[in-house]
């Protein structure tokens, strides 16, 4: 059994003018309104065409579509942001 440490962080999302935060692994499952959190901030469709376009994997767990944390972080690192975006708050590993 490997011993690589389990790196956690924490997730802020803002609903309903509300803050909350989570901490998160790197295999925890995100719904989609984390996702788009985790993602900088995106609109909840950008995420759902994300993932209709086969660019961001997902797990279904009944109704529920999941992704996980892993995949935001390759998905993020493998894709440019715009420069639109850059200077956007993200609520990426918020430490």
Known sequence: MSSTPLTCCSLIRTLG???YERTVRPRDLLDVHEAAAAL???NVYSVYR???EG???V???GRS???RLSAI???RDTTPRSPAVKGRRSA???R
Do not use: F, T
């Open 65 to 67: 579509v999941l992704v």
């Open 40 to 42: 900088g901030n995106l």
């Open 59 to 61: 797990v279904r767990k």
């Open 55 to 57: 660019r961001l994997p």
């Open 92 to 94: 990426w590993y918020a």
């Open 73 to 75: 972080k390759r998905y």
């Open 50 to 52: 994300l993932i209709w």
């Open 17 to 19: 003018g509300r803050e």
